[in-house]
């Protein structure tokens, strides 16, 4: 079976730092595959808040992950802070992905990367709804160093 292979874009839209835990480390000491989901399910939710948005409201919808795929690159230890930056891209009509890269903030090593797919649903109907064309500004809008 081939390695899952994520291309990366020249710019991202977003970048916030999140410091690692003990509590994110796995009995090898390093940073563990589940909780590096949880680090990067923590940027996706700041990416929803700089942008005005929770995953519950968008535009009055929410948000459902469709896929995640990603690739470790490198380590991480407790007391890193890692530099998550973050963008929306390869949109359809009813979601995106939100590509992302994580590198640690003192080295620039990069640690993973990764695509999150996401589909906005409509929780009061309870259906996938059209993504909102505000978001697509939004998200698109910023860039930030690759």
Known sequence: MPRIRIDLPEKFSFS??????????????????????????EARARFFRSLGYSELDV???GIIIADAALQYRSEAFAGEVMAVRMTAADFTSKGCDLLWCMNETSSRREVARGKTGIVFFDYRLRQTAPVPEAFRRRATAGTCPA
């Open 16 to 41: 916030t730092e999140i410091a690692l835990y003990v509590g994110h480390m796995n009995y090898g000491g390093h940073l563990d595959n589940a909780l590096l989901l949880s680090v990067v399910s």
């Open 59 to 61: 535009e009055g919808l």
